[in-house]
């Protein structure tokens, strides 16, 4: 729910696409576009209010269970994510969250799941051919990527950041070192948009907002010399440069002995303010090309050995996009948020052939045709809330 004032348009996420009361319509959509995976949250707050320590809420129980049976029915997968920024309070303040060791270890090994991590990873490219800003580039990485996963996999923060913060970095001991050998069973990867980085090492640099010694000492911007480093969009955070989606994943690859890649999130929106929203309403040709030039990218790091397991687009409809509310459009359908009826853009007809080819056609040229369709039906999957 949104929180007055919060929220850019005022709108909050009470409905936003009543995919509670709607998920059998648009599991048909999902059935239609021909992909094999779904990948949606489960809200901890829906089904357990109060943690361990109160009563489950058996509607909520009951929605997921309808909803799993559905997808299965359908012939598609359920991908979830167990914990999406609604741990429950009670939780929180017995146990610490998710610092508890007695955090996610019961069930792993009787139901033979795969746990791993998602993150929002952009890809760096140097502001200029100078040593500094390339080291500046790696500490950007490090103070991002590998900030977050390092740990989890090798037991120690990047050298990077020890460089520069030292000893207000936890040291982990013997003991949590050995319980890290088995990092993640995947690495998940939300990935939109590419930055280049300039060194700010100098103290007057670091005056800018996001520059600090805590923060890495560089500065991200997505021009140089009054050039773009690919295309703009409405927000900041999003910059059409496809070539940065193979550089993310091979970087992964390199640092993390190939651990199985999924990319869980991959898009291209659109603001309801801008002059080209009623010409791309339906005809959003620029999510088409954001899409294609990505998976191209994705399969050239695939042929080239990357793991990576599958692909989820976001997403399959406008939907409730966090501060901006519904003035955000991600959504290969459209949804009137009036009538909260679903319509295919040209997105959605280019996916569903995309789908279609490449699952008997390859992508992936050097694999053997047994090995070929396997990891093209593994590689076909579509994310949405």
Known sequence: MGVAGNIDDGSNGDVAVDQYHRYLEDIDLMEDLGVNTYRFSISWARILPKGRFGKVNVAGINYYNRLIDALLLKGIEPFVTLSHF???????????????????????????????????????????????????????????????????????????????????????????????????????????????????????????????????????????????????????????????????VTYLKDRYNNTPIYITENGYGYSCDSIAWEKEYRNDITRINYLAGHLENLAAAIREGVDVRGYFAWSLLDNFEWKYGQSVRFGLYHVDYDTLRRTPRSSATWYKNFIATHKTQSIMPGYDDDHNDKELQSNIKLITY
Request: one cysteine or more; proline letters at 7%; charged letters at 20%.
């Open 86 to 248: 609604d741990f429950p309070q009670e939780l929180e303040d017995r146990y610490g969250g998710w610092l508890s060791s007695q955090s996610q270890t019961k069930y792993q090994t009787k139901q033979g799941g795969k746990i791993g991590i998602v993150l929002h990873i952009n890809c760096f490219e140097p502001f200029s051919d100078s040593t500094a800003d390339q080291l500046a580039t790696i500490r950007a990485q490090a103070f991002t990527i590998s900030w977050i996963l390092d740990p989890v996999m090798f037991g120690k923060y990047p050298r990077e950041m020890e460089m520069i913060l030292g000893p207000i970095l936890p040291k982990f001991s013997r003991i949590e070192k050995e319980k890290l050998k088995r990092g993640v069973d995947f690495i998940g990867v939300n990935h939109y948009s590419s930055y280049y980085i300039q060194d700010c090492s100098s103290p007057e640099c670091q005056d800018q907002p996001g520059t600090s010694s805590t923060e890495g000492l560089y500065l991200q911007t997505a021009e140089r010399n009054g050039v773009p480093i690919g295309e703009l969009t409405p927000f900041e955070w999003l910059v059409v440069y496809p070539q940065g989606m193979k550089k993310t």
